[in-house]
């Protein structure tokens, strides 16, 4: 296979392509919220969210895509308003499961109204649930913004996957298999000691936060990569899902680290 074929191949990102575009600006949106304010990361998660909506069912070439998306869209807008919403005494986390349940039900009725024989109705609904789970940690980071180290916490739990799109662009394509992990997984440490220590000292918590973020963040790129999906929007909805998915994980950290 040609250099240029090889440059245009979906599974070879490049530093310019689409899924790692997507997976920077899409970090980059939610550090910068993070970093504002809880609402603010909101509005940076929905952003991600209902771009990821669009280009998911793409990607995995999920039957009904139009559905999917709607059930997806529905599923995000719930998550971000229930973060929004959320008073003083409340970070909104517990109706974002709510929302989660009710968006799988949703999915589930979107599968009884299908008209094409329901093809594929375990591989539509794995991959519409796939997708709620990756709005529902997004929306997990977002509230961990309104912690104290939470932002500090959410920009190493996003950031670091977005460093590993941009890591596995630039690694040697004889050496991207075997290097890809353990790349993400040092850029995720260093970012978690950078922030951890010029912060207000919890390094050794947000220092294992990229840690399991690069292991995720590798695991799912690497997953990810075997489609082999040319639609503009999937492609786009690749990056995005590699930095919403660890979301969680600030989350995590801040209750860690405030308990």
Known sequence: MSTASEAASPARPTPTSLPVIGGVVAAAL???G?????DVAAYAVLAGGLTLAWGWPLLLELPRPTGTSVVLAAGALGMAGVVLLAGDDSDGTKAIS???AIALVLAFLHQLVRTDGRTSLTVSLAG???GLVLLASGAFGAAAASYDTG???LAVA???PALGLIADALLPAEHEHEWSIP???LLGVILGLILGVTGDGAWPELLITGLVAGLVGASLRRVLRQLDSLDPAGRLSYGIAVVLATGVL???AQWVINH
Request: aromatic content about 8%; overall charge neutral.
């Open 30 to 32: 939610v550090i910068l």
């Open 98 to 100: 709510l929302v989660l």
């Open 34 to 38: 993070g970093y504002a304010g809880h």
């Open 250 to 252: 600030a989350y995590a």
């Open 151 to 153: 932002a500090a916490a």
């Open 128 to 130: 519409c649930a796939l």
């Open 183 to 185: 790349a993400g997984v």
């Open 158 to 160: 996003v950031g670091t």
